[in-house]
């Protein structure tokens, strides 16, 4: 946010929207370009999408640029520095997904998060602390939530990994605990949770796996399990059950639907309402295939070999690691497979604010720069061929 009244120099703007495309929607650039010159006069601007700066700042003009963040993912080709609109995919699954993810299934363990304002802690010894609840009855649930998402939000980023194969429930049951101490001196133990959590980017359908019977009016028992009417229906097939059924089939009228005993082991408990959110939505090995699939055959293998990763959610541990060897399996032989990470965590996060004042240093910026002349003369529309 720009807290000054006026500018007196030029600025470079970042473009993305909302549901993380990196296209620049015509009137919203307009929009910001008014602003930006009428209140703030400023005597001149480029705005410049985030996928072409986070390739500037790695120093190249081609590449496929996979940016994981808070809201979502989005893998962008890059060529001679223009974003190819055409190949551009992207995902609702970033880093704030994982939270919830995370923090569903904590609670879901019986684990309680508690917020840092709603306890004090006093000193009574050295390194003994005593802790006093605090209530504060107006909090509002959302701010309540926002405060745990913070603090899942740093065990993710403490404790999680994405994991060198996919996430099966069998093979990680046995995974060592890894201890976390919470703000209020309560020590909780992590095992599987720090491997299948990150393994949503790789496989959405973690969070779809549960055992959904929407909008049916079904009644019926299975050897002792009962299904109770609701707006959703939620079988909890445990391992005890999967070894005696193989298959549960539930007919009503035309429609019937198959389902797996043990499923729901391995879904995240708690994440149903983000089902439909992420029936459609690939995994990022997939995305990065179909982006470079859909760009023209001759540049495909300059983009294999130059895949960026940036944002916050791309800082987790072992995640090019795992990108790179997932997409060494399923892209073409003739693909040399390379991705590229700054070793940096901070510089990946910001990757894209490098990238900027990276242009912003070269001489050349200025015969890009949109112009308050040129604003006055042809209006804010033209900024569409200005920055392209």
């Known amino acids: 946010m720009i807290r000054c009244s006026r500018i007196y120099n030029p600025r470079v703007v970042l473009s993305r929207r909302k549901d993380g495309k990196v296209e620049c929607d015509i009137p919203e650039c307009a929009r910001a370009a008014e602003i930006m010159f009428e209140k703030y006069q400023v005597p001149a601007l480029f705005m410049a999408k985030n996928a072409v700066l986070t390739s500037f700042a790695s120093g190249r003009s081609t590449s496929l640029v996979v940016d994981s963040g808070g809201g979502s993912t989005t893998v962008a080709p890059v060529h001679d520095g223009y974003v190819l609109q055409k190949a551009v995919a992207t995902s609702p699954i970033g880093g704030e997904l994982l939270t919830d993810c995370l923090l569903k299934s904590l609670e879901h363990k019986g684990i309680s998060i508690k917020p840092r304002y709603a306890f004090k802690r006093k000193e009574i010894r050295t390194g003994e602390f005593q802790i006093f609840d605090l209530d504060f009855p107006n909090t509002t649930e959302s701010y309540k939530l926002y405060s745990q998402r913070v603090i899942v939000g740093d065990i993710k980023e403490c404790v999680c990994r994405a994991p060198d194969t996919p996430y099966d429930e069998t093979s990680y049951s046995n995974i060592p605990m890894t201890s976390y101490e919470l703000p209020d001196g309560q020590t909780i133990e992590i095992g599987a949770d720090r491997f299948k ?192």
Request: aromatic letters at 6%; proline letters at 3%.
């Open 197 to 388: 959590i990150p393994d949503v980017l790789f496989n959405p359908s973690l969070v779809q796996d549960n055992i959904l019977f929407k909008s049916m009016n079904i009644m019926r028992s299975f050897n002792g399990l009962g299904l109770v009417r609701h707006s959703y229906y939620v079988i909890e097939c445990g391992h005890d059950l999967a070894a005696e059924v193989e298959e549960l089939q539930v007919e009503s009228g035309a429609a019937t639907m198959m389902c797996r005993g043990g499923q729901s082991d391995v879904s995240i408990p708690g994440m149903e309402s983000f089902a439909e959110t992420t029936s459609s939505v690939r995994g990022l090995p997939q995305m990065v295939i179909e982006s470079i699939n859909k760009c023209d055959v001759d540049i495909r293998r300059e983009l294999y070999s130059s895949i960026l990763l940036s944002g916050g959610t791309a800082s987790m541990q072992q995640l090019k690691e795992r990108l790179e060897k997932d997409l060494l399996e399923e892209s073409p032989q003739a693909a040399r497979v390379k991705v590229l990470a700054s070793g940096n965590a901070t510089e990946r996060r910001f990757s894209v604010w490098i990238g900027g004042s990276i242009l912003a240093s070269l001489g050349s910026v200025q015969q890009m720069w949109f112009s308050k002349s040129e604003f006055e003369e042809h209006g804010a529309s033209y900024i569409q061929r200005k920055c392209p």
